[in-house]
């Protein structure tokens, strides 16, 4: 029997912390649940969070900038965490989920604080700084993908591997057809930088699509995601170079346009990079130099060893080498095709619900029925804690 239960996930900054946290609160809420999501002001302001989701916007606080920044970011700390503390006593969650970032930060000490069971996620192929921090407390450590680095030894146990979960459209998209891609039809290309957008990518593709040769170029439909203040430039170079071209800030329709795109061209974001794989979609991808670890060039790693992207360096990236690459993964329709089966080996569909399992198996309903570690384990999760079993029934 399914009990219904309370769960908040913690989750801000950017889309790649948020959509994961959206997805899950999705699939939690369609198990029954009742979900809340700390998050801060910029998380708030990204779209798709679903129905019946509540939101919470808490201070948090990023250490950085001198005595005089840390200061200011320890008192916002210690206020979001007290806030996250009220809301804790009122609405009673069996378990915290953290998405890393600093705004997971408060709610994950409140979660310590309250005694709260507490899961993190880690999105990318290195564990981030907050999660480092945090890894020693929580209860379980959710992956999406192998080895994740910076992770301790003694850590390892509590380690799962689920993926990175993406929306339910994203998802629908495994089951269609890569579209046609044949000598004389369209050739259609996506262009994202992440939830915040890139610059560079403004400057460097459409100079690029214009030099390809001809039998590609002609065939061009891009739809290209620009920040605001390039918008203007963009529209200009696509329309000089009489490539059609349809482009947005942010496309709250992403998932729509990956499944009619035949290439993608990117950031290697962790989301993105799970969207392109669960879709299996190819991409050439320029990791972020500024990632912390360098993270973006190790997430899309698993993706290049398989055949299903490309990665430039941003010191090699010009509208020369990106036009090459293009060719070489576009002149000939089998290579495209190929490169798309190869993106999609590396999807991890099920993510959302493996991750869903495992925050349910940390919230058992009291009394229902009593966890043992055998039990634990033969959900799929190995052996749970001692003292999170007791938790668990207590
Ligand atoms: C600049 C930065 O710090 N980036 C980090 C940030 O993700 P960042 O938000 O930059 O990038 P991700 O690729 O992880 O996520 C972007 C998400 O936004 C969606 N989207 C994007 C553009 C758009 O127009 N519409 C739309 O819906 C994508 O489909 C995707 O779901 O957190 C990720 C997860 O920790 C990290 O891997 C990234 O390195």
């Known amino acids: 029997m399914s009990v219904s239960r309370n769960f908040v996930l913690a989750a801000g900054g950017t ?3 948020i959509i994961p946290a959206y997805a899950l609160g999705a699939e939690l809420m369609r198990r029954g649940h009742q979900v809340a999501l700390i998050t801060d002001n910029r998380g708030s302001t990204i779209p798709g969070c679903p129905d019946g989701m509540e939101m919470h916007i808490m201070p948090a606080g990023r250490v950085a900038g001198g005595p005089r920044g840390w200061l200011a970011a320890a008192r916002n700390i210690w206020r979001g965490r007290a806030m996250a503390r009220a809301l804790f006593n009122e609405f009673e969650p069996t378990a915290v989920v953290g998405f890393g970032g600093y705004p997971a930060l ?11 069971p507490t899961i993190i996620h880690e ?9 480092r921090l945090v890894a020693g407390k929580v209860n379980a450590i959710a992956t999406a993908y192998p080895d994740v680095q910076r992770v301790k030894p003694g850590h390892q146990a509590k380690v799962h591997l689920v993926g990175n979960p993406v929306r339910a459209e994203v998802i629908m998209l495994r089951d269609e057809p890569f579209p046609p891609f044949i000598e004389d039809g369209v050739f259609r290309v996506l262009v994202t930088g992440g939830s915040q957008g890139a610059s560079i990518l403004s400057e460097i593709v459409p100079d690029a699509l214009a030099r390809l040769p001809l039998n590609l170029r002609r065939r061009l439909q891009v739809t290209q995601q620009c920040r605001a ?3 203007e430039t963009v529209r200009k170079m696509y329309a000089d170079h009489q490539i059609p071209a349809q482009l947005a800030t942010y496309l709250e ?13 990117g950031r290697a974001g962790a989301s993105t990079i799970a969207e392109l794989t669960c879709a299996g979609r190819p991409a050439i991808l320029v990791p972020l130099p500024s990632a912390m670890d360098n993270h973006q060039a190790f997430n899309v790693s698993e993706m290049i060893k398989a055949g299903g992207a490309r990665a430039i ?6 509208p ?16 495209l095709q190929n490169a798309a089966r190869a993106a999609k080996s590396c999807g991890r569909p ?5 991750l869903a399992d495992l925050v349910e198996s940390f919230g058992r309903a009291p009394l229902m029925h009593t966890i043992t570690n055998t039990e634990h384990s033969s959900l799929g999760f190995g052996s749970a804690e001692p003292a999170l079993a007791r938790k668990a029934v207590s």
Do not use: C, Y
Request: glycine content about 6%; proline content about 5%; cysteine-free.
């Open 229 to 231: 203040e390039d918008l």
């Open 123 to 131: 999105q990318n192929a290195v564990l981030g700084r907050v999660n």
């Open 106 to 116: 408060p709610a994950l000490l409140a979660a310590f604080a309250n005694k709260v």
């Open 15 to 17: 889309g790649g912390h």
């Open 350 to 354: 099920d993510a959302v619900h493996d």
């Open 320 to 335: 020369v080498e990106l036009a090459k690459q293009i060719q070489k993964m576009a002149l000939i329709p089998e290579t």
């Open 313 to 318: 360096k941003q010191s090699a990236f010009t």
């Open 253 to 265: 329709d992403f998932p729509e346009r990956l499944g009619w795109s035949h290439l993608v061209i």
